[in-house]
Structures are given as structure tokens and as C-alpha cells.
């Protein structure tokens, strides 16, 4: 093994280290990312939030996930559109139902009893730390799982109206990311997508400052990115999921996209989110590609952004939806 092989080690390993003491610290206490308690939520307004699990077949195992259903849906035998929401990182399918993060649940129905969206079914998978990619190795397919398995099981088990115009999809952070990228691999799947404080996968990540690079956080991050693109990176599987070279050689023109990040978000000084964002803009506007891009002053990073920003994201994806 090299010098640079080494390296790439070492810090796999550091940050294995971390991701092990993080798990350690909330073992010892329930992490207030994550909802313990299972039991649906029946919210005032007639709608139900439900926690379910269901084998998939690019994954071979059971996966977690959790559906709104609306306030109609018990009361009558209609259909309805589906926004799939993918999370960030170290969250999961339970993640937009806490206090801690406003428990959205709330909003959107209000939103729907108010008539700003109409009547929809919206599903939040678990994603683990995956960036909803397939890893360069196979073995896991995250990305398969939200295209392939997680349609079909929610198309066959609940009453969801099928094709692209009765499905957006969005995320936070890495599901941010994993929404824009999915998004633009696969407009036919979708009529719209929205991301808020979108990571944004492409080489600038990848050649940081040398005072970025040596920091724990950096560290963790670029071995997780590892475990889904190889270390080294193969660079093939990377520019395959680069969101800029997606933008400028996609067929995105019928794809209706929206995005935005806070100017305070904790991640500009680590991974340079903003500049992450702007470029992808920029790359979008030299592809002509349509598009909405926010940037908001003094916002935060993650489910903060999405409770400040929703009541203009949710609109936007839902615009295609027909009740």
C-alpha cells in the first residue's frame, strides 16, 4: 500500500473511531434526533402519522420508514400524490417528527387544512449515512431503494397515485443531496424536487484547504464518503453522482427544481456549503436548466431551514398535484 493509501486509511479508521464514541455517548441517552416512541401520532386535524418497515430487495434486509397520511385518507377511498422527504445525517425516518425539530407533521397538516397544499401522502425512508447512492462496491443500493423498492412498496400498500406528475421528491443536508441527485438521474420518476441546505457532492469537496482537511470533522466525513465511493475515490462512481456534471448533462428541462441554504449554516466553514450551492446554480444556468435558488440570510443549517421554509417548498412541489 502507498503513502496516499495509507493515508486514506489512517483517516478511515480515525473516523471510524468517532462515528463509534458518538454511538457510545447515545446509547447512554435517548438521542433527541431520532424518535423513540413508535407509536403512530394521530394529529388533530384527522391525519395519522404511521412508523412501518418492509423488506427490500437492492438492500436484502427489513427497512424502516415512516408515512403522513392526510386527513381524508381514513374517511374516504380517494388516491393521492406522494412527496418522498429523505433526511440528513445521523437522522433518520423519525427525525421530522421530533420537538427538537419542530415537529413538522404539524405544519403540513396545517397547511393542508388551510388549502396551501392539497391532500398528500408524504414518506420519509431511513437512508442511514448513505447519501442515497449505491456504493462503488454494490454492496449496498441506497439509491435502488428509494427509486425501485421504496415506490413499489408505497404505490402497492397504500392508495398513492402512480406516475411522475403524482410524485415530487425532497431532503435536508445529505438528503438534500440525495433528492437533487435522484431527482436528476431520474426525471421521469419525479415532477419536482426541493432541497434545503443540499450537500453538494462534486471534486471541491474532495480538495479542501490543508486547515479543513486536518480537522475531526472533515475527517469522518471523507471516510464515509469512502465507504459509498471507494478509497481511493473511484472517480467514475463519483462523477456519476457529481450533482454538477449531472446538471450539465441532464435532461432536466421538464423537472421543475428548487433549493436553498441559510448564510448561517454550520457547514460553510467545514465543507464550504454555500460555495457547494452557488456553483451548482451557476451550473444550471449555463445548462438553461429552470430553476429556483435561495439564499437566506441568518438561516441555519438542516430541519431549522426546512420549518422556515417549508410553506414555500411544500407549495412548490405539490403545483403539479391534482386532488
Given at each position: 500500500?502507498?503513502?496516499?493509501?495509507?493515508?486514506?486509511?489512517?483517516?478511515?479508521?480515525?473516523?471510524?473511531?468517532?462515528?463509534?464514541?458518538?454511538?457510545?455517548?447515545?446509547?447512554?441517552?435517548?438521542?433527541?434526533?431520532?424518535?423513540?416512541?413508535?407509536?403512530?401520532?394521530d394529529?388533530?386535524?384527522?391525519?395519522?402519522?404511521?412508523?412501518?418497515?418492509?423488506?427490500?430487495?437492492?438492500?436484502?434486509?427489513?427497512?424502516?420508514?415512516?408515512?403522513?397520511?392526510?386527513?381524508?385518507?381514513?374517511?374516504s377511498?380517494?388516491?393521492?400524490?406522494?412527496v418522498?422527504?429523505?433526511?440528513?445525517?445521523?437522522?433518520?425516518?423519525?427525525?421530522?417528527?421530533?420537538?427538537?425539530?419542530?415537529?413538522?407533521?404539524?405544519k403540513?397538516?396545517?397547511?393542508?387544512?388551510?388549502?396551501?397544499?392539497?391532500?398528500i401522502?408524504?414518506?420519509?425512508?431511513d437512508?442511514d449515512?448513505?447519501?442515497?447512492?449505491?456504493?462503488?462496491?454494490?454492496?449496498?443500493?441506497?439509491?435502488?431503494?428509494?427509486?425501485?423498492?421504496?415506490?413499489?412498496?408505497?404505490?402497492?400498500?397504500?392508495?398513492?397515485?402512480?406516475?411522475?406528475q403524482?410524485?415530487?421528491?425532497?431532503?435536508?443536508?445529505?438528503?438534500?443531496?440525495?433528492?437533487?441527485?435522484?431527482?436528476?438521474?431520474?426525471?421521469?420518476?419525479?415532477?419536482?424536487?426541493?432541497?434545503?441546505?443540499?450537500?453538494?457532492?462534486?471534486?471541491?469537496?474532495?480538495?479542501?484547504?490543508?486547515?479543513?482537511?486536518?480537522?475531526?470533522?472533515?475527517?469522518?466525513?471523507?471516510?464515509?464518503?469512502?465507504?459509498?465511493?471507494?478509497?481511493?475515490?473511484?472517480?467514475?462512481?463519483?462523477?456519476?453522482?457529481?450533482?454538477?456534471?449531472?446538471?450539465r448533462?441532464?435532461?432536466?428541462?421538464g423537472?421543475?427544481?428548487?433549493?436553498?441554504?441559510?448564510?448561517?449554516?454550520?457547514?460553510?466553514?467545514?465543507?464550504?456549503?454555500?460555495?457547494?450551492?452557488?456553483?451548482?446554480?451557476?451550473?444550471?444556468?449555463?445548462?438553461?436548466?429552470?430553476?429556483?435558488?435561495?439564499?437566506?440570510?441568518?438561516?441555519?443549517?438542516?430541519?431549522?431551514?426546512?420549518?422556515?421554509?417549508?410553506?414555500?417548498?411544500?407549495?412548490?412541489?405539490?403545483?403539479?398535484?391534482?386532488?
Amino acid at each position: 500500500m502507498g503513502i496516499a493509501g495509507k493515508s486514506h486509511r489512517l483517516v478511515y479508521l480515525a473516523a471510524l473511531g468517532l462515528a463509534a464514541c458518538l454511538a457510545l455517548r447515545f446509547a447512554a441517552q435517548e438521542d433527541p434526533r431520532r424518535r423513540s416512541d413508535l407509536t403512530p401520532i394521530d394529529l388533530p386535524g384527522g391525519s395519522r402519522v404511521e412508523f412501518k418497515a418492509f423488506f427490500s430487495k437492492s438492500l436484502n434486509r427489513q427497512q424502516q420508514y415512516s408515512i403522513f397520511l392526510p386527513p381524508g385518507y381514513g374517511r374516504s377511498k380517494k388516491s393521492y400524490p406522494v412527496v418522498y422527504f429523505l433526511h440528513g445525517l445521523n437522522n433518520n425516518h423519525t427525525s421530522w417528527t421530533v420537538d427538537r425539530y419542530g415537529s413538522l407533521q404539524e405544519k403540513i397538516e396545517r397547511m393542508i387544512l388551510s388549502k396551501k397544499i392539497p391532500e398528500i401522502i408524504m414518506v420519509h425512508p431511513d437512508g442511514d449515512n448513505s447519501f442515497y447512492t449505491n456504493s462503488a462496491d454494490g454492496s449496498l443500493r441506497f439509491e435502488d431503494f428509494i427509486v425501485a423498492d421504496m415506490i413499489e412498496h408505497v404505490e402497492k400498500e397504500y392508495r398513492a397515485r402512480s406516475g411522475r406528475q403524482n410524485r415530487a421528491i425532497a431532503g435536508t443536508s445529505m438528503g438534500g443531496y440525495g433528492a437533487l441527485k435522484i431527482a436528476f438521474k431520474h426525471p421521469q420518476l419525479y415532477s419536482a424536487v426541493a432541497a434545503h441546505s443540499p450537500i453538494v457532492l462534486s471534486d471541491g469537496l474532495l480538495n479542501v484547504a490543508e486547515e479543513v482537511s486536518g480537522t475531526r470533522f472533515y475527517q469522518f466525513f471523507r471516510a464515509m464518503l469512502g465507504r459509498i465511493f471507494g478509497d481511493p475515490i473511484d472517480k467514475k462512481h463519483w462523477e456519476e453522482n457529481d450533482l454538477l456534471v449531472l446538471a450539465r448533462r441532464g435532461n432536466l428541462k421538464g423537472l421543475r427544481i428548487f433549493f436553498d441554504y441559510g448564510t448561517a449554516d454550520r457547514y460553510i466553514s467545514s465543507i464550504r456549503l454555500d460555495e457547494g450551492c452557488r456553483a451548482l446554480h451557476r451550473a444550471l444556468e449555463r445548462a438553461g436548466v429552470r430553476h429556483i435558488f435561495k439564499e437566506r440570510e441568518g438561516e441555519p443549517h438542516g430541519w431549522a431551514l426546512v420549518n422556515s421554509s417549508i410553506e414555500e417548498s411544500l407549495p412548490f412541489l405539490c403545483q403539479d398535484f391534482r386532488n
